[in-house]
């Protein structure tokens, strides 16, 4: 993923107001690299999400995690990728010692957005988590 970091991504919604603020998060959910649509399945859709979400781990040569997402709503892809955002490219261990949820509260996105809207980030998070836990183990 060719996206800033999570610091750097908050640093600019930090000043925005809250239309610029869905702006951004649009922009940061076209910034994703594209998910083929063959690995968008019943088997990579993340469950109790409003808008359909898919992700796909790619367990890297170096023992690295890269996700492949997408979804079919544009402010659910972008938080779609600040999930991903704090957790790309990390290994299974980093992936497991990273707070997620506690990187994503400076966004306040429950506050920004519908809950419809943010009641499938804790699902996502858990897959990831789940992910990193069966190549840990």
Same mark, same amino acid.
């Given at each position: 993923? +060719?996206?800033? +970091?999570?610091?750097?991504?908050?640093?600019?919604?930090?000043? !925005?107001?809250?239309?610029?603020?869905?702006?951004?998060?649009?922009?940061? *959910?076209?910034?994703?690299?594209?998910?083929?649509?063959?690995?968008?399945?019943?088997?990579?859709?993340?469950? *109790?999400?409003?808008?359909?979400?898919?992700?796909?781990?790619?367990?890297?040569?170096? *023992?690295?995690?890269?996700?492949?997402?997408?979804?079919?709503?544009?402010?659910?892809?972008?938080?779609?990728?600040?999930?991903?955002?704090?957790?790309?490219?990390?290994?299974?261990?980093?992936?497991?010692?990273?707070?997620?949820?506690?990187? !994503?509260?400076?966004?306040?996105?429950?506050?920004?957005?519908? +809950?419809?809207?943010?009641?499938?980030?804790?699902?996502?998070?858990? !897959?990831?988590?789940?992910?990193? *836990?069966?190549?840990?183990?």
């Amino acid at each position: 993923m +060719s996206l800033q +970091s999570l610091d750097d991504a908050y640093a600019d919604y930090a000043l !925005l107001d809250a239309d610029d603020r869905y702006r951004l998060l649009i922009d940061l *959910g076209r910034a994703l690299e594209p998910m083929p649509e063959a690995l968008k399945t019943d088997a990579t859709l993340v469950r *109790g999400c409003s808008a359909a979400v898919w992700v796909y781990p790619v367990p890297q040569a170096d *023992g690295r995690l890269h996700f492949l997402a997408d979804s079919n709503a544009a402010i659910t892809k972008g938080i779609v990728a600040l999930v991903l955002l704090a957790v790309q490219d990390r290994s299974p261990e980093e992936i497991l010692a990273t707070d997620i949820e506690n990187a !994503l509260l400076p966004f306040d996105l429950r506050n920004q957005l519908s +809950s419809n809207r943010t009641q499938g980030i804790p699902n996502m998070i858990a !897959l990831v988590r789940e992910t990193a *836990g069966r190549l840990v183990a």
